[in-house]
Every structure is written in structure tokens, then in C-alpha cells.
């Protein structure tokens, strides 16, 4: 028997596993490990794929600080029996801003409606577009962005704060994990995804790459993370199947959102695979999530009662496990209820049924990506538990473990 040393949770650190099963693991996470850095190598981006410019030549983007915001316009009622609006009625300045510039020059410039309500007001700092006239003539100045950048940082640092003086070392570990992930979704998967990867292959390999690192520098090396570990892997392999499956069976284009834009850039794309890792990358987070908390119980459970044997260590951990998914059910549909509020009262004000509503690619995109991480989800707690409760020891090890502790 060999002893597996964990990081938290009272009595766990005496917790023992069984030598067969915690070999079978490691040896299976080795393996997945070794495919991992060859996908890397099969779909690291070659740097030859399509880009585009985001402004014309010769356009600067300067800073300037908000002198007057006008009023909106009056908003055109989508209403076919409704009378045109005459838009001489309108005030001459509606949707407007006056934008004092570094050189102190002062500039009208049209403002999006959201722009002029969102509660801008004199002083603010805000971006424009400069837009040279060909010829030497005057700049023509346009709006484009809000100036955020204070605001976002005092966010981003109050989370870094309250993560570390809460979690402590772990918080700031996992901090560590959350740059790294978004490092290979930005330096990997994207790249990979615009050089033509297949959307499957980047997915499960930026996947297993982001939980190698995640998971072992937030929660230590150790036999109860690679049952986590284990199980995510899972989880990600189920929920790769329902999609390739899903976009299939569905027929889903993945052109839905701001892909009809990209599509503009990258015509050659393969926007089906898109959707397919998209998908994939989403059920990430809450995998980690339950299959942590199914591997902890069981090493808590089995600390604690050392006399129970496996199948009950299984039924236990199972039990904490239900409770769990109940939650993250209701977490992944509320996460997308939040984040698509404004579509959805969209589809409430027309009168179209429920099948209409459905059938469109949007939500049908939308269902298929809520589903298949929530059937990964519920999948991998049993798996995890199983995997977790075949490798600590039986229960008579476990009690003899435990009495010669108490000698």
C-alpha cells in the first residue's frame, strides 16, 4: 500500500491508497499527458493565418475628455402602423457629445444611443477615432470608446484581493491557473482555430493542457487531484461527443452571434468546429468545480469513517454529489439566462411558439451548449466518486491504518 498526501481537510493526510488503482491512474494520466504536448505539436499555429486591419491607414485613436453629452433622440417605434417620425422634428444635436481634445480643441461628434445614456457626463475620459481627409483637409473625428480602463482595474484588483485574503495561498495559486488558461486560449487556441485546427482536436487538447496546470498547481500534486483530474477528463470526453453529435444531429451552422461578422474575415473557416470547441470550452470551469468537490469527499469521507467499505464510500460521496449537481444545474442555466437577458426579452415581445423560438440558430446553439456541459456535468460525479473511491484503500487497510495512527 502506498500513502497519497493531500493539502486540506482534517485527518485527509492519512488517508492511504491502494497501489494498483493509484498506478492504473497515473499511468492514464501519463498517457493522456503524452497525447496533450503531441496535439500541441500537431496544432501549435504555423503564424500563416488570415488577419485583418482594424482601421484604415493613417487612423489614430486619441484621447479626449467629455465637455457636454446631449440628449438622445427620440426612438422610431418598430411599429408598421405607426406614423413615420420626421426626423427634421428631432433635436439638432441628439445622440452627440462635445470631446475636448489633448490640444485643447473642442469637437462634436455623433455618439451611439447606449453611448448617451449610459450615464457619461463632463470630465469623463473617452477615445475617438481620427480620420485624416485625403488632400490636407480638416480631421474628421468619430466616436469609439468609453474610456474604462480605471474602473476595470479597480475591479480586477478588488478580486485579486478578496480571492487572496480569503483562499489565501490556494486563491492566489488558482489565480495563477486562471492567467495560464486564458494564456492558452489566447497564444493557442485561437491562433489554432484561425490557422484551420480542427475544432475538436484544439478543443480537447487546450483542454487537458489548461486542467494539467489548473488543477495540480491550485489543489497540489497529489493522488486525490489526479482522481479530479481523471474525472474532468471525462467529463470533457463526454461532453466532446454529445457535441460533435449535437452540432451534427442539429444541424447547427455555428454562425450565430458575431460569427456571421468573422465570417467576412475568414470565409475559409470552419465554423462548425468553432462551435464544437466553444462548446467544449465552456463546460470547463463547472467540471472543475464538481469533480474536485466529489474527490475531496471521498478522501474526507474515508478519514472519517474508515470502516466503511467502498461501495458505501461510493454511496456516500454519491449522496453529497446529487446535492451538487442540483446546484450547478441551476447555475449553468441562470449563467445563460444572465448573459442573453436582452435576446430573451427580444423573443418574449414577438407571438411566436415555442418550437419557432427554439428552431432558430441562436438558441438552438445556445440549448445544444447548456445541455451537452450539463450532461458532461452529471456524468462525471459518478465517475469522479468511482474513480476516487477505487483508489484509497479498502476498509479493513483503511481501520488498520487508522488503529496503528491511534498506537
Given at each position: 500500500?502506498?500513502?497519497?498526501?493531500s493539502?486540506?481537510?482534517?485527518?485527509?493526510?492519512h488517508?492511504?491508497?491502494a497501489?494498483?488503482?493509484?498506478?492504473?491512474?497515473?499511468?492514464?494520466?501519463?498517457?493522456?499527458?503524452?497525447?496533450?504536448?503531441?496535439?500541441?505539436?500537431?496544432?501549435?499555429?504555423?503564424?500563416?493565418?488570415?488577419?485583418?486591419?482594424?482601421?484604415?491607414?493613417?487612423?489614430?485613436?486619441?484621447?479626449?475628455?467629455?465637455?457636454?453629452?446631449?440628449?438622445?433622440?427620440?426612438?422610431?417605434?418598430?411599429?408598421?402602423?405607426?406614423?413615420?417620425?420626421?426626423?427634421?422634428?428631432?433635436?439638432?444635436?441628439?445622440?452627440k457629445?462635445?470631446?475636448?481634445?489633448?490640444?485643447?480643441?473642442?469637437?462634436?461628434?455623433?455618439?451611439?444611443?447606449?453611448?448617451?445614456?449610459?450615464?457619461?457626463?463632463?470630465?469623463?475620459?473617452?477615445?475617438?477615432?481620427?480620420?485624416?481627409?485625403?488632400?490636407?483637409?480638416?480631421?474628421?473625428?468619430?466616436?469609439?470608446?468609453?474610456?474604462?480602463?480605471?474602473?476595470?482595474?479597480?475591479?480586477?484588483?478588488?478580486?485579486?484581493?478578496?480571492?487572496?485574503?480569503?483562499?489565501?495561498?490556494?486563491?492566489?495559486?488558482?489565480?495563477?491557473?486562471?492567467?495560464?488558461?486564458?494564456?492558452?486560449?489566447?497564444?493557442?487556441?485561437?491562433?489554432?482555430?484561425?490557422?484551420?485546427?480542427?475544432?475538436?482536436g484544439?478543443?480537447?487538447?487546450?483542454?487537458?493542457?489548461?486542467m494539467?496546470?489548473?488543477?495540480?498547481?491550485?489543489?497540489?500534486?497529489?493522488?486525490?487531484?489526479?482522481t479530479?483530474?481523471?474525472?474532468?477528463?471525462?467529463?470533457?470526453?463526454?461532453?466532446?461527443?454529445?457535441?460533435?453529435?449535437?452540432?451534427d444531429?442539429?444541424?447547427?451552422?455555428?454562425?450565430?452571434?458575431?460569427?456571421?461578422?468573422?465570417?467576412?474575415?475568414t470565409?475559409?473557416?470552419?465554423?462548425?468546429?468553432?462551435?464544437?470547441?466553444?462548446?467544449?470550452?465552456?463546460?470547463?470551469?463547472?467540471?472543475?468545480?464538481?469533480?474536485?468537490?466529489?474527490?475531496?469527499?471521498v478522501?474526507?469521507?474515508?478519514?472519517?469513517?474508515?470502516?466503511?467499505?467502498?461501495?458505501?464510500?461510493?454511496?456516500?460521496?454519491?449522496?453529497?454529489?446529487?446535492?451538487?449537481?442540483?446546484?450547478?444545474?441551476?447555475?449553468?442555466?441562470?449563467?445563460?439566462?444572465?448573459?442573453?437577458?436582452?435576446?430573451?426579452?427580444?423573443?418574449?415581445?414577438?407571438?411566436?411558439?415555442?418550437?419557432?423560438?427554439?428552431?432558430?440558430?441562436?438558441?438552438?446553439?445556445?440549448?445544444?451548449?447548456?445541455?451537452?456541459?450539463?450532461?458532461?456535468?452529471?456524468?462525471?460525479?459518478p465517475?469522479?466518486?468511482?474513480?476516487?473511491?477505487?483508489?484509497v484503500?479498502?476498509?479493513?487497510?483503511?481501520?488498520?491504518?487508522?488503529?496503528?495512527?491511534?498506537?
Open positions: 500500500m502506498g500513502g497519497a498526501h493539502h486540506t481537510g482534517t485527518g485527509t493526510e488517508v492511504q491508497t497501489r494498483t488503482p493509484r498506478v492504473v491512474l497515473l499511468t492514464g494520466l501519463a498517457l493522456v499527458a503524452v497525447a496533450t504536448v503531441v496535439g500541441l505539436v500537431v496544432f501549435w499555429p504555423s503564424g500563416e493565418r488570415p488577419s485583418a486591419e482594424f482601421s484604415a491607414p493613417g487612423v489614430t485613436f486619441p484621447q479626449a475628455t467629455v465637455v457636454t453629452v446631449h440628449e438622445p433622440c427620440p426612438v422610431i417605434v418598430a411599429d408598421p402602423s405607426a406614423p413615420p417620425a420626421e426626423r427634421e422634428d428631432f433635436p439638432e444635436l441628439c445622440n457629445l462635445d470631446a475636448e481634445l489633448a490640444s485643447g480643441e473642442t469637437v462634436t461628434v455623433d455618439a451611439p444611443p447606449g453611448v448617451v445614456t449610459s450615464g457619461l457626463e463632463h470630465g469623463d475620459e473617452i477615445k475617438l477615432s481620427a480620420i485624416p481627409t485625403p488632400g490636407g483637409g480638416p480631421t474628421v473625428y468619430s466616436w469609439y470608446s468609453t474610456e474604462r480602463d480605471f474602473p476595470l482595474g479597480l475591479m480586477t484588483a478588488l478580486f485579486v484581493v478578496v480571492v487572496a485574503f480569503v483562499a489565501r495561498w490556494r486563491g492566489v495559486l488558482a489565480l495563477v491557473g486562471l492567467g495560464f488558461a486564458g494564456l492558452v486560449v489566447w497564444k493557442f487556441m485561437l491562433p489554432a482555430l484561425l490557422d484551420g485546427g480542427s475544432g475538436l484544439v478543443a480537447l487538447t487546450g483542454s487537458a493542457a489548461i494539467f496546470v489548473v488543477l495540480y498547481l491550485a489543489h497540489g500534486p497529489s493522488v486525490r487531484t489526479s479530479a483530474l481523471a474525472g474532468t477528463l471525462a467529463g470533457v470526453g463526454i461532453i466532446s461527443l454529445l457535441t460533435v453529435y449535437a452540432v444531429a442539429v444541424r447547427l451552422s455555428g454562425l450565430g452571434h458575431d460569427a456571421e461578422f468573422l465570417r467576412t474575415l470565409p475559409d473557416l470552419d465554423f462548425r468546429g468553432v462551435l464544437t470547441c466553444a462548446i467544449i470550452i465552456a463546460g470547463l470551469g463547472i467540471l472543475n468545480d464538481v469533480t474536485i468537490t466529489q474527490s475531496s469527499s478522501w474526507e469521507l474515508r478519514a472519517a469513517a474508515p470502516e466503511m467499505s467502498r461501495r458505501q464510500l461510493y454511496a456516500s460521496a454519491m449522496r453529497i454529489g446529487r446535492d451538487h449537481i442540483a446546484s450547478t444545474i441551476y447555475t449553468i442555466v441562470f449563467v445563460y439566462a444572465g448573459t442573453a437577458i436582452a435576446a430573451l426579452m427580444l423573443i418574449a415581445l414577438y407571438d411566436r411558439s415555442f418550437t419557432d423560438v427554439v428552431s432558430s440558430d441562436a438558441i438552438a446553439e445556445e440549448i445544444v451548449r447548456t445541455l451537452a456541459s450539463a450532461v458532461g456535468l452529471v456524468l462525471a460525479v465517475a469522479t466518486t468511482a474513480i476516487a473511491a477505487a483508489t484503500t479498502g476498509a479493513a487497510t483503511a481501520r488498520a491504518g487508522s488503529a496503528a495512527e491511534r498506537l
